[in-house]
């Protein structure tokens, strides 16, 4: 629960300093923790970090959006926001540490072809959960089964 008193205790900060842009992006996380506190599903660490790493998702995704239809000051808001909830996440993995981690997996499973990317990649997802990006993930899977 140490996550949700440092929301509360930013959200204070960021109230008395004024930031606007950082007091929604924190609302929003405070919104999504209390959710999963509700939720059938319960409030694990793992729940938190998949929560955050979806925030974190959409509002980029929504971002590109706005610059394909030239909404550059939407889009940097939405930047803005991700920015502020990819702070409270576990440090990401560089794609050359989850290029070296995947390398393992494969060498560990034996996988040699593109047929194995479904067993390599459900490997690496759960190893790699709120580690690294699942898109690079299958990225490089794809690239070193190819090979």
Known sequence: MALEEKINADIKSAMLAK?????EALRAVKSA???L??????????SETKALQKMVKQRK????????QNRE????????????????????????????E?????A?????????MGKVMGVASKQ????????IISTIVKELLSK
């Not at 991700?82 to 050359?96: F, R, S």
């Not at 560990?108 to 194995?116: E, Q, V, Y």
């Open 108 to 116: 560990t499973l034996g996988a040699s072809s593109p047929a194995d």
């Open 73 to 100: 000051d939407l889009a940097e808001v939405e930047l803005s926001q991700a920015a502020v909830i990819e702070a409270y996440l576990p440090k990401q993995m560089t794609e050359d540490e989850t290029r070296a």
């Open 102 to 106: 995947v390398a393992k997996i494969i």
């Open 33 to 35: 923790i209390l959710l």
């Open 128 to 135: 790699l959960a709120g580690k690294a990006d699942g898109k």
């Open 19 to 23: 930031e606007a842009a950082k007091l």
């Open 61 to 68: 995704e929504t971002a590109d959006v706005y610059k394909t």
């Open 37 to 46: 506190k509700t939720s059938s599903e319960g409030y694990t660490d793992e």
